[in-house]
């Protein structure tokens, strides 16, 4: 990253072996740690929403059916980035920046972007660029070898002319590489988009969204290289591509077909809350102005006035929100979340009790409201707290904040050990391995040797990273 930002200040343009370094960089931090190292390694963040990955979920799933990916071991992570971007990593991971969410107008736009990313997992195209990247770095070995050898006789011989020709082998097989790695990337990309196709007309969608998501991408290039888009620098769109892309999509018997007004409001609801969340209050009001009564507009609207310290008036538009949709997991959800954080969690746990009677799978709902039984910090709701964060532990197993609640119920129980093996497996998620290793022991002190929780804090002390 440091090579990054160094050669921002250099030009603006980032040469393209640069940003496949980069890449890799990123590749080998998601597989080589715990998700949450990998995050702080590559100065990425972390989006976690219920509302925003079950529809991501629902966008995705019939695309890797599609393209016979187990859609079970493949995960999309959302980025907290504004910028459009979405990428594959690790071969099964697909990550999606908030804002490709809030640029996307319809379903269909990002469904067709996920397409394209699911179409670089079904070729796996990742293993076959760690090979060009090893094929173009031993080319690139060899010229400068034979270029620093060539300058270096020269030299030594007083012979400038043999210096100048060392130099320019140098040059060359760099650009030699340059060139074999973008030619590599354009079959590649060109294959995704077909493939991107293919599982849309399979699922019986259009490929429009896709279409109109790279022109739009394409045009960037034609009128600036500067302040572009990550999105563009990792899919390069010449206009050749965005043609054959057009023929091929409009041959679709679904492409005039549009998303279904049920799934273009979850849509437009998603966009509102991250705007709602990501911008500054000015920005969300002149977005959604007083004047649009609209459901997303209002959700805006809400989330933005209780980020902004007027509560009870967010809690008022919040009710208004629920009485437009009472069985809406994610309204009563934000009533409790605006509740807790404003320092009443007793009144907090009705709206987030029913949110998980609605979602019963959110594991981040499920969280939320064990957290606001702890912060009661009365012994009437530990075992409630305990239950709750113990089945929202099931699905969030890596969740470090969920993991702290619970050590923190365990403890006014009087559970040291378990209080203790809580904290360790919070410091794993978090990938301070030091800090788990220490708390994993002290478990091991207080329980007899053996026992099943002496034999899961061996397994945190005996746990080595992968290399």
Excluded: C
């Excluded at 059916?65 to 099964?92: E, K, L, M, P, W």
């Amino acid at each position: 990253m440091i090579a990054s930002r160094t050669n921002r200040k250099t030009t603006a343009r980032p040469n393209l072996a640069l940003r496949v370094w980069i890449w890799f960089v990123l590749v080998s931090f998601v597989s080589g740690s715990t998700l949450g190292t990998a995050f702080a390694q590559s100065g990425l963040r972390a989006l976690r929403d219920s509302e925003i990955e079950s529809l991501v979920r629902d966008y995705s799933v019939p695309i890797f059916q599609a393209a016979r990916v187990n859609y079970r071991s493949v995960r999309v992570h959302i980025i907290n980035d504004t910028r459009f971007n979405a990428f594959v990593a690790n071969g099964q991971r697909i990550f999606i920046n908030a804002g490709a969410l809030m640029n996307s107008e319809t379903p269909n736009e990002i469904i067709g972007v996920i397409a394209h990313e699911t179409a670089h997992i079904a070729g796996g195209h990742l293993a076959r660029q760690r090979e060009a990247l090893e094929r173009a770095q031993s080319a690139s070995i060899i010229a400068m070898l034979i270029g620093i050898g060539a300058m270096a006789a020269g030299g030594a011989a007083g012979n400038s002319n043999a210096g100048q020709a060392g130099a320019a082998v140098l040059s060359g097989g760099q650009n030699a590489v340059l060139l074999a790695l973008q030619s590599y990337r354009r079959s590649e990309e060109a294959a995704a988009d077909q493939g991107a196709v293919r599982y849309l007309t399979a699922t019986g969608q259009s490929s429009k969204g896709m279409l109109i998501t790279f022109s739009r991408f394409a045009d960037q290039q034609l009128f600036s290289s500067r302040n572009i888009d990550p999105y563009f620098q990792s899919h390069p769109m010449a206009r050749d591509r965005v043609s054959a892309l057009q023929g091929l999509a409009e041959t679709s018997q679904f492409f005039d077909r549009v998303d279904p007004p049920a799934l273009q409001l979850r849509h437009d609801l998603m966009r509102a809350k991250l705007f709602g969340f990501l911008e500054h209050q000015d920005s969300v009001f002149r977005r959604y102005p007083r004047s649009d009564n609209g459901l997303p507009a209002r959700y805006a609207r809400a989330i933005a006035t209780y980020l902004h310290v007027d509560v009870n008036n967010a809690l008022t538009q919040i009710d208004s929100l629920i009485q437009s949709q009472p069985n809406n997991p994610y309204f009563w959800e934000l009533r409790g979340q605006a509740l807790l954080e404003s320092g009443r969690p007793l009144q907090a746990l009705e709206p987030l009790r029913k949110s998980v009677a609605l979602a019963p799978d959110a594991g981040l709902i499920r969280m939320l409201l064990g957290q606001a039984l702890v912060a009661i910090d009365e012994s009437r709701y530990l075992d409630e707290a305990i239950r709750e964060l113990t089945r929202a532990i099931s699905y969030e197993p890596n969740a470090s904040v969920g993991l702290r609640q619970l050590a923190i119920a365990y403890g006014r129980k009087g559970d040291i050990a378990r209080a203790e093996m809580m904290t360790a497996r919070a410091y794993l998620a978090e990938g301070d391995l030091n800090q788990a290793k220490q708390h994993a022991a002290r478990v091991q002190r207080r329980v007899s040797r053996g026992a099943p929780l002496w034999i899961q804090a061996d397994d945190i002390i005996n746990y080595q990273p992968p290399s």
